[in-house]
């Protein structure tokens, strides 16, 4: 097992499905202590905690909502009590909205941008002081291709993973002379529970990609552990797609 984030300790938000489980299993696997946080998936999270505690590894489960504007700093809080500090921290707590522009409301703005943007800051925020003590960290934000590339009915969830970009860019340069990198993963098509829920055509879906692959939440999380490690001390400021090759794709062929 590559122990390359041995003695490191990470914050993981929206860790109780999905993306987030991926990027918590493979710090974890990597030797990162993980605080592991969510809402209304916490028991998914508390899972898998125990089961990262079970394999010989260390973690702990908090629940968090985001919306609450002190939520940040107890999540960030709860890492430097129970690890005595903090370095990686993965700013993956998100949702989406499928609805026609003319149809959003302000209060549909206002939740996402809170959930999307709003609560990375915060916890950014939280999570500095306490990186610049350790001599430097790590900042991983989750965006999406929907950052770069858009689809009708998902202007407000384009918006709010734009704005991550713009965030995480501006954050690289500002804290690049503290040794601290940030950047942005861009998942594209991954395979998680919701898709099955929401009666996709999965096989639509694949061959729509250049790979005719759908993403696993492991890959987000093999490129998030990554950016974690001292593999990347050079890499800030970037946003990479972990896509199969969809926002490589040239829309007009004539």
Same mark, same amino acid.
């Given at each position: 097992?590559?122990? +390359?984030?041995?003695?490191?300790?990470?914050?993981?938000?929206?860790?109780?499905?999905?993306?987030?489980?991926?990027?918590?299993?493979?710090?974890?696997?990597?030797?990162?202590?993980?605080?592991?946080?969510?809402?209304?998936?916490?028991?998914?999270? +508390?899972?898998?905690?125990?089961?990262?505690?079970?394999?010989?590894?260390?973690?702990?489960?908090?629940?968090?909502?985001?919306?609450?504007?002190?939520?940040? +700093?107890?999540?960030?809080?709860?890492?430097?009590?129970?690890?005595?500090?903090?370095?990686?921290?993965?700013?993956?707590?998100?949702?989406?909205?499928?609805?026609?522009?003319?149809?959003?409301? @302000?209060?549909?703005?206002?939740?996402?941008?809170?959930?999307?943007?709003?609560?990375?800051?915060?916890?950014?925020?939280?999570?500095?002081?306490?990186?610049?003590?350790?001599? $430097?960290?790590?900042?991983?934000?989750?965006?999406?291709?929907?950052?770069?590339?858009?689809?009708?009915?998902?202007?407000?969830?384009?918006?709010?993973?734009?704005?991550?970009?713009?965030?995480?860019?501006?954050?690289?340069? %500002?804290?690049?002379?503290?040794?601290?990198?940030?950047?942005?993963?861009?998942?594209?098509?991954?395979?998680? %529970?919701?898709?099955?829920?929401?009666?996709?055509?999965?096989?639509?879906? +694949?061959?729509?990609?250049?790979?005719?692959?759908?993403?696993?939440?492991?890959?987000?999380?093999?490129?998030?552990?990554?950016?974690?490690?001292?593999?990347?001390?050079?890499?800030? $400021?970037?946003?990479?797609?972990?896509?199969?090759?969809?926002? @490589?794709?040239?829309?007009?062929?004539?």
């Amino acid at each position: 097992m590559n122990q +390359r984030l041995n003695g490191r300790v990470a914050v993981v938000t929206g860790a109780g499905t999905g993306i987030g489980v991926g990027i918590a299993s493979c710090l974890a696997a990597d030797g990162a202590a993980v605080v592991l946080s969510a809402a209304s998936s916490i028991e998914g999270a +508390r899972t898998l905690a125990a089961d990262i505690v079970a394999s010989g590894g260390s973690a702990a489960a908090v629940q968090a909502d985001f919306r609450d504007p002190l939520t940040a +700093r107890r999540v960030v809080d709860t890492a430097v009590r129970e690890f005595g500090g903090l370095d990686i921290l993965v700013n993956n707590a998100g949702y989406t909205l499928d609805k026609p522009f003319l149809e959003t409301t @302000a209060e549909d703005w206002s939740s996402l941008f809170d959930i999307n943007v709003q609560a990375m800051i915060a916890a950014s925020h939280a999570a500095v002081p306490h990186m610049i003590e350790r001599g $430097g960290g790590r900042i991983i934000n989750i965006s999406s291709v929907h950052g770069a590339l858009h689809a009708h009915g998902h202007v407000i969830y384009g918006a709010t993973k734009g704005a991550v970009n713009a965030f995480t860019r501006a954050l690289a340069v %500002e804290l690049a002379a503290l040794q601290i990198t940030a950047n942005v993963i861009a998942p594209g098509a991954i395979h998680v %529970e919701r898709y099955d829920r929401d009666n996709r055509d999965l096989e639509a879906i +694949r061959a729509s990609i250049p790979n005719k692959l759908l993403g696993e939440p492991k890959d987000i999380g093999a490129m998030a552990a990554y950016l974690a490690s001292d593999d990347a001390r050079y890499v800030t $400021g970037a946003v990479i797609a972990v896509d199969g090759g969809v926002t @490589a794709v040239m829309a007009v062929t004539d």
